[in-house]
C-alpha cells in the first residue's frame, strides 16, 4: 500500500493567518491526491482533487499544488468555519489510502 | 440533491457479521461516471477504505480486509450493502457510505454510523 503522511499532525492558527499542510507519499502518485475536511462529528467533505481542483462549492482561500510524491493543501486567509481536521488521499493505486490527518486548532 | 443514508446496527457481537445498507436518494444510483464506496473511521483515528462497488455489481475490496468483506449491490431499491464478517472489537468504527467520482475522490458521504462491536 502507498503510505500517505501528513505534516504536522496539528497545527495551531489565528484566524486570518495563512497556513499550509504537506501531504507526503511513499512513492510517485502524479496528481492523484485528494484533500477533505473534517468536522468534529461530522462526514468528510472532499476540498480539493487530483492535487489542485477546487471541489464545486468550495471557498477559493483553498488551494493546492504538487505532484509525483509532494503535495500542500494551503488556506490563504483562516476563517473560523476552517478549524477543523484535514486529510490527504492518494487514488493513484489500490487500496486507495489516507493521510493520518493533521488537526488545525484555534491559537 | 443526492443524498447518501446508511442504516444498520449499531452493537454487534464479536465474531458475528455486521450489516449495513445506505440507501441513496434524491438522485440517480445508476451512472458510468460514479460507483459507491464504504470507508470506516474507528474513533479518534484516520480513515481507512474498505471497499467499492459499481452499479452493474463490478466490485473491488480492500486487500487487508478482503477476507471478511462482501458489498452488493440492489439498483432496484437505490441500495447498496456492507457484509463484514467475523467482527472483533477493532472493527468498532464509524462506517461511511459514500459516492467515488473521477479520480477515486469522494464527493458524497453518508452520514456515517457507529458501529461497536462488544458482548
Known amino acids: 500500500d502507498i503510505q500517505m503522511t501528513q505534516s504536522p499532525s496539528s497545527l495551531s492558527a489565528s484566524v486570518g493567518d495563512r497556513v499550509t499542510i504537506t501531504c507526503r507519499a511513499s512513492?510517485?502518485?502524479?496528481?492523484?491526491l485528494n484533500w477533505y475536511q473534517q468536522k468534529p462529528g461530522k462526514a468528510p467533505k472532499l476540498l480539493i482533487y487530483?492535487?489542485?481542483n477546487l471541489q464545486s462549492g468550495v471557498p477559493s482561500r483553498f488551494s493546492g499544488s504538487g505532484s509525483g510524491t509532494d503535495f500542500t493543501l494551503t488556506i490563504s486567509s483562516l476563517q473560523p468555519e476552517d478549524f477543523a481536521t484535514y486529510y490527504c488521499?492518494?487514488?493513484?493505486?489500490?487500496?486507495?489510502?489516507f493521510g493520518q490527518g493533521t488537526k488545525l486548532e484555534i491559537k | 440533491q443526492l443524498q447518501l443514508q446508511e442504516s444498520g446496527p449499531g452493537l454487534v457481537k464479536p465474531s458475528e457479521t455486521l450489516s449495513l445498507t445506505c440507501t441513496v436518494s434524491?438522485?440517480?444510483?445508476?451512472?458510468?461516471?460514479?460507483?459507491w464506496g464504504w470507508i470506516r473511521q474507528p474513533p479518534g483515528k484516520g480513515l481507512e477504505w474498505i471497499g467499492s462497488?459499481?452499479?452493474?455489481?463490478?466490485?473491488y475490496y480492500s486487500p487487508s480486509l478482503k477476507s471478511r468483506v462482501t458489498i452488493s449491490v440492489d439498483t432496484s431499491k437505490n441500495q447498496f450493502s456492507l457484509k463484514l464478517s467475523s467482527v472483533t472489537a477493532a472493527d468498532t468504527a464509524v462506517y461511511y457510505c459514500?459516492?467515488?467520482?473521477?479520480?477515486?475522490?469522494?464527493?458524497?458521504w453518508g452520514q456515517g454510523a457507529l458501529v461497536t462491536v462488544s458482548s
Open positions: 487530483a492535487a489542485s
Open positions: 512513492q510517485g502518485i502524479t496528481n492523484y
Open positions: 459514500a459516492r467515488v467520482a473521477t479520480g477515486d475522490s469522494v464527493d458524497l
Open positions: 434524491g438522485g440517480s444510483f445508476i451512472s458510468s461516471s460514479y460507483y
Open positions: 462497488i459499481f452499479y452493474s455489481g463490478y466490485t
Open positions: 488521499q492518494q487514488s493513484y493505486n489500490t487500496p486507495p489510502t
